[in-house]
Each structure stands twice: as C-alpha cells, then as structure tokens.
C-alpha cells in the first residue's frame, strides 16, 4: 500500500532525529587546529626557537614546513601538538607556513622579525583614533611590515586555548585601531632595525593586576585572602548594585526624554552597569582568556601599562606586579624575557584628598626593577592632569622603544631619566645623588620643581633646588635640619629636572614613612 508523503515524514522523522544525535555524539576524526597567533600575517620572532602548536586528533601526524624547514610530530594521548622552528634571520619577503595532518592549514604572508606582547588596562589599549590623531597623516603609516594582532577583551573561568583575533598591516586604513603606545614603540623599532615588527596587542581598559594573574600565581601572594575577600564582596553586593543601577537608569531615561521634550540640553552621563559575577573584575579571568592562549609563543619581550585600576592598593601591588613578570617569564619560558613598563602619568586625582595615592603606587611599581631585564618609562611629564587617558602616547611609546633598544639591540643611547642613588644631610640643606644625569638641568627658570624636605617631625615642605654637576642641593626656609627629601611625589606634581637626552627625573624619596 502507498503511504503519503506525509505520514511517511511523519514516520520517518524520529529515525532522523535519532541519526542526527548518533552523528552529533560520535566524534569525527579532529581536524588539525593551529593556535591563534598562527593566522595569515603572522609575524615570527627572529633569532630564537618558534614554538608552533596546536590540536590534532589523539596519536596523528602533523607536519609543519616553513621556507626551508620540515618538522613533524604526533599529537599526544590529548590532541595536543608542538614544534620548533630552528631560529631565523629577520626576513622581510612573506612565505607561507603549511600545516599538514588529516587535513591542510596554509598560513599566508608569514613575516620574520620582532614580536613583543603589548598588554595592560586603558593606557595601553587607548587606540590611535582615540588621541584624536588622523592615522592618514602619520608620516610613514603605510607598513606592511609593522602589523598588530588585535585580541578583543573577553575574560573566562577557565583557561582558554583558542582567542579571537587577526593580524593587521599598519596603513591608513588600519592603524587608527592599533594601540597608540604600542603603534609608536613599534614604530621606534621599525625606523631603527629595520626589520618587521609584530604587535601581540593584549590589553583591557579597566583591569586590575590579580585579572592578568593567574589563580596559582594569587595564592602563592600573601595577600591572597584579601583580594579573595574583595572578589566575594563585589559578588556579595552586585544584586544591590544591579538593582540601583536599574532605578538609576529609568531616572535617566525620564530625565533625557523631558529635556528632549523641553527642547534643552541634556549633558547627564549614562549611569554605568555594575560588574560582578563573570565579569572582567574576576580574579585570574582575563589571563585565561587573553594571555593563556599565546603561550608559549616566542616573544622578544613584553611591554605593559597598568596600574590605576590598583590605585590605593600600593602594597598588594608591590607584590603583584613582580609576580605577573616571573609568571609571564616561567610561561613564555624566558628567564630573562625583557619587560618594560610604563609608571603611571600625573593626573590630578580629586577623589583622593591625600594627593599621593598614586606617587604611593608608582613607588610600588618601580619595586619590579629589582627583577633583572625590566625597565620603566617615566610618563610623570606627558600626562594630563584632568584626563586618565592622556592623550602623549607617542612619546610614551617613543622612551619605551630607548629601553628596547639600548638594553637589547645595543644602541649607544640614554634611555631613562636621572635615579635617586642617596641623599645625605649637609648642615641646612641635603645633597642628592643621581645615576643617569649627564647634562642634568631643569626647564624652570625659577630652579628645580616638584622637591619637598621634612626635618624630624616627617612635615613636608616645598622647597628648592640647585643643580651642582650631577647632583641636587636642596634647602627649604620651613626646614632647619632636613632628614628627607622627596622629589615629584604627589598625584600631578610640576616635573622639571632633566638629564642630557631630555629624559625626566623619576619621582624619588628618601624616606620610608
């Protein structure tokens, strides 16, 4: 007998569905998968093994091939897979890699030069278009070989292999999406190496140091508890937040939609949605989201720009700090990979009625200089005092670029400002001694700005200062026997000691108090 069409449908669609969750559930043969970096453009880091690694089905052979190098491995008993490229001259004529297991990966217009990890909160993802800079009009915009591999922010509970992301040659059209920081520190390299450049741009505005940590690494700091403890609280306290932000927000709405009815101006900002669960203030989250899935990527070093998310907290980052760069160097397994990092501009900070919260956390970031292959530009006289996001990246980028350069590549130039050596008390006034001051002047004509003395009652009071070869005299008419000096050590102070390069003086004091 001849069913119709659609009781046989009717019939036939419980097989179907029962088909299609066998093939959902029955695992197909794993295409080979490379790691995210490895997308057409990539740019290789020159003399140095290159880790190339991936996902495979469970005992395949992959093979990679790369100009004249031919390596193959097998995926272990968990699909993973690695190789090494044996290191590489810079090479500016783009090659192809290809990937061959079950399937075929052909990676496309594959560079050989400098590859640094730009990473850290606003200042360094502040993009080129956001200084209000037509990126047409930089001179030299058109590059193909400096390229920037974009991640966008996202953060994770757990460890991630895989990130969105593409490499994008520096033009006209593009590079007003580049990080501004990192587009000029590349630039710097470009002009003087000539060789490509790679920007690995890492960055998330608003995050605290323990978001770029990993869980391991938090535990093992002593104030573990503590950022724990704040974590629960923001958890704790969200729905309250949430539930004010609502009523905050229909406020705002009613108000905005009356001046729009009264033909007025409404100048209001929005209301801002508080984060909590599963947000970016989650310890550990945004580095298993946005730095786990390089590793083990080559890199010649790493440069960064955080710390006013941490403001207020300079102990707990004096500590951090140091651990995020032992942990970058044990995954990117580099000892000594360089590390590079910007102190925190002036900016007037109105909430905090002290004026040093954030000389405090400078402080607590210059205490990773202990770490061998670090360096830290000064950014003390570029900032803004009534905007976070100083707009200056350009010469930030430009001192970060000096630090790679003298210290790795071996250019014959200054690259930071004057340091405190010491300071010791002669009668009324105290002599300071600096490091790095050839050349030391200062661009006041009314003397050396931005010093303060205090005698044995720990009152600081402005003073002066006389530059005498390359060290500071500083006396105070409020001070009859100074025991400490301070230079620059406040949220905006007036910065004008220099050395020969026009390099700053970095914020200095000679007491612990």
């Keep these: ?45 020159r003399e140095m093994p290159v880790p190339v690694w991936g996902r495979a089905e469970p005992g395949e052979t992959v093979e990679v091939t790369f100009r004249d190098q031919r390596h193959a491995t097998r995926a272990d008993e968990e699909g993973r897979w690695r190789i090494s490229l044996t290191p590489m001259a810079a090479n500016e004529r783009p090659a192809q890699m290809r990937v061959a297991g079950t399937n075929v990966i052909e990676v496309r217009d594959v560079l050989v030069g400098e590859v640094w990890l730009c990473s850290g909160q606003s200042n360094m993802a502040w993009t080129i278009s956001q200084i ?101 609280k923001r958890v704790a306290d969200h729905p309250a937040e949430l539930e004010r932000y609502r009523q905050s927000l229909a406020r705002w709405e009613r108000d905005r939609e009356a001046a729009r009815a009264a033909n007025s101006t409404f100048t209001r900002r929005k209301p801002r949605q508080p984060e909590g669960p599963g947000s970016r203030w989650e310890p550990g989250s945004v580095h298993h989201a946005m730095i786990r899935p390089l ?30 760069i032992e942990e970058r160097r044990a995954e990117f397994r580099q000892d000594r990979l360089p590390f590079y990092f910007v102190q925190l501009a002036n900016f007037e900070r109105r909430q905090d009625p002290t004026g040093r919260e954030w000389a405090f956390l400078r402080e607590a970031q210059s205490v990773a200089l202990r770490l061998a292959a670090t360096g830290q530009a000064i950014a003390i006289d570029v900032g ?44 009324r006034m105290m002599r300071v001694r600096l490091s790095h001051a050839t050349g030391l002047r200062s661009d006041s004509p009314d003397g050396v700005a931005g010093l303060e003395l205090a005698g044995d009652d720990r009152v600081f009071h402005p003073a002066e200062g006389r530059i005498d070869g390359e060290t500071l005299l500083v006396t105070s008419a409020s001070v009859e026997r100074p025991v400490a000096v301070r230079h620059a050590f406040s949220n905006n102070p007036t910065v004008s000691l220099r050395n020969a390069a026009g390099l700053p003086a970095e914020p200095f004091r000679s007491d612990d108090w």
């Design 1 to 45: 007998m001849i069913r119709p069409v659609s009781y046989l449908a009717s019939h036939l669609r419980p097989l179907l569905g029962a088909l299609a969750l066998l093939v959902v559930a029955t695992p197909l043969m794993a295409a080979v998968r490379l790691a995210p970096l490895f997308r057409d453009g990539v740019v290789l880091q």
């Design 132 to 232: 209000d800079l037509d990126a047409r009009s930089l001179p030299g915009v058109d590059d193909p070989l400096l390229r920037q591999f974009h991640i966008p922010p996202v953060h994770a509970a757990s460890s991630q292999e895989d990130v969105a992301g593409a490499w994008r040659a520096s033009s006209g059209d593009t590079t007003g999406g580049f990080s501004a920081v990192a587009y000029f520190f590349g630039r710097e390299l470009r002009e003087r190496l000539q060789v490509p450049v790679g920007i690995v741009n890492s960055s998330w505005g608003g995050t605290q140091i323990e978001s770029w940590l990993s869980p391991a690494s938090i535990q093992a700091s002593p104030f573990a508890d503590s950022i724990r403890a704040a974590w629960e």
């Design 295 to 324: 590793v083990p990527a080559a890199l010649r070093g790493i440069i960064w720009y955080q710390g006013e998310a941490n403001a207020g907290r300079p102990v707990e980052y004096a500590d951090l700090f140091p651990r995020l």
């Design 384 to 427: 803004d005092p009534a905007d976070i996001h100083p707009k200056n990246k350009r010469e930030v980028g430009r001192r970060l670029a000096l630090l790679a350069l003298a210290n790795i590549h071996g250019f014959a130039l200054e690259s930071i400002g004057p340091r405190f050596v010491e300071a010791t008390a002669e009668g």
